[in-house]
């Protein structure tokens, strides 16, 4: 079983930066791909970034585009989520998410593992 554990979330005001980090953990990891996903109160869990874990293939959300950067260490089996020039509306909890096989990627059903979230606030 896999298990996945991020870091990172806290407290910061709008233009900072914060940086995610999932690590994980269980049998050999390989995943197809890695992803984070977001949810903030009252809304539904929303797509925010994927990498592919052999290629590092990237893709984000629109309203993230040029602000956050996924990457990965294979060695380490981890995924980062860097984030720069935070917004009050990125106020969410994060989730970082593992799928087995290649999939649509946006979709949160598709994925087999999760974290258990953590919670990043934005401030105005």
């Known amino acids: 079983q896999v298990q996945l554990v991020e870091s990172g979330g806290g407290l910061v005001q709008a233009g900072g930066s914060l940086r995610l980090s999932c690590a994980a953990s269980?049998?050999?990891?390989?995943?197809?791909?890695m992803a984070w996903f977001r949810q903030a109160p009252g809304k539904d869990r929303e797509f925010v970034a994927r990498?592919?874990?052999?290629?590092?293939?990237?893709a984000y959300a629109n309203s993230v585009r040029g602000r956050f950067t996924i990457s990965r260490d294979n060695a380490k089996s981890t995924v980062s989520l860097q984030m720069n020039d935070l917004k009050p509306e990125d106020t969410a909890v994060y989730y970082c998410?593992?799928?087995?096989?290649?999939?649509?990627?946006?979709?949160?059903?598709?994925?087999?593992?999760w974290g258990q979230g953590t919670q990043v606030t934005v401030s105005s």
């Open positions: 998410a593992a799928a087995n096989s290649q999939t649509v990627f946006t979709a949160q059903g598709n994925y087999d593992y």
């Open positions: 990498i592919t874990w052999s290629a590092g293939y990237t």
């Open positions: 269980g049998r050999t990891f390989s995943p197809y791909t």
